[in-house]
């Protein structure tokens, strides 16, 4: 296995669109201006999905435009339509992102349309991007559960992520979307997907609801991903439980990597640094117990 | 591997030592009755260490006496001297706990003397045990680093175990006291602990100070290990690094259980009213993300 891991960066965008206060355009640009010095290397930055569903990205275009670009850096936008991934392509994104869910209740509810519908319609984004040389990457949320159907059958991740590679996905990102499941579970859906996809394709993104992220990623690190999905300061709830937390702190993730003897590039100081500045101009608590730990020794 | 896991519940004695406010007798009472009716089996109720050093435990004498025992709940007490351990098995302790450290410098710094020299001194305890038939568990702090030594070798923890065992111990609980290890840490302590112990005779006891507790529980659980110690609500900050987590919160580890197959007894929805309830007492937050989840949905 490699010793090679690669974090993204998700607070930008799957955080911010998820916490109660809507960022300013250059407070939004500052926090993805200070990513982009911490070493790493992918950082969702935005969405062109309808401010109407989403206000906290109405303005990712701006936030594309007026970030000051690293080089060493892919930018990525999530894309939910054609006219959404012509955008972000325009507002010079690097990568752009489509989304399923692994729940005919969930994708029912949301898009109003199965989920192999739901993946079919992305088409139009993979063909263009494949002749813009835009890469994209697939999102899977409720791989372990849905909020409407319950627990969800390996089957159907398994059924979703050929589809999305069929599609034209460089990448599978697999979402513990209300961040239900635990080691074992994860340990499980891993026996059953790495014999079948090139487990190099696969991320993991948790949510750390009822505090088992961290040790979700440990169990998908022994099975030999080393693609995580991570938000600064644990940027974004949970909408499924008020005042939960949400995502897995990149913080914490780097603490576990650095003692692990796993490359991944990121500095955990520069990146505490850019999590505190967030939390002070959010006005919110840092979720990450690393930083916490850090900035009260 | 078993399936069974036991959970020893350490709120009551290292969770209250360790928070700020001290907790009133019927409080303390009222505690550990709420938690010896969610089918905890193990709880750790009090310390006869010195009430100058830790003025929370000033009552233990008065708490042992105080509670309503349920005789399936095994009570025990932190016994630093042969003083103490008599105090305790008065005041009606099912089983009392020895401590030492995995580090010279923690051990001359503490208690002024060597890690052999500590526990040779709780000789006394362990014959006096052995006549009274009451079980002796030890406490090995600083697994895996030590704040004055840093890292901790190997060696030492295995050294420590052995004399633990050797004056009678029928366990050894290994502790991260400052929380700064992590899965990979726990994975190769074990890989070393595993051929030379026999597992059942060994416990974990993890800190959240880093957020990495229940991974390293997960480890553990990987490597065999069917004992850990967990403090409900999260119970106890942090010493070493101020405003920074505690223990592991047991609420956490039940739901990790829970979905994994493992079976442990405890009612995790008694375990969240317990603990919401000493938090109210306390006026503090709960530091358990599935009492969060589960009190905010």
Known sequence: MSDQVRIVEVGPRDGLQNEKSILELRDKIALVNALSKTGLRDIETGSFVSPKWVPQMANSGEAFKGITKNPSVRYSALTPNLKGYELARDAGADEVAIFAAASEGFSQKNINCSISESIERFKGITEQAKRDQIPVRGYLSCIFACPY???TPIEVVIDACEKLFEIGCYEVSLGDTTGVGTAYE???L???LTPRFDTARLALHFHDTYGQALANVYAGLEAGVRNFDASVAGLGGCPY???ASGNLATEDLVYLLDRSGLQHG??????IDAGNEICTTLGRRNLSAVARARSSS
Chains 1, 2 share one sequence.
């Open 186 to 188: 994860t340990k499980t």
């Open 266 to 271: 990121v500095d955990l100081e520069a990146l």
């Open 149 to 151: 159907d319950g627990a």
């Open 241 to 243: 439980a008020k005042g």
């Open 190 to 192: 891993m026996q059953h």
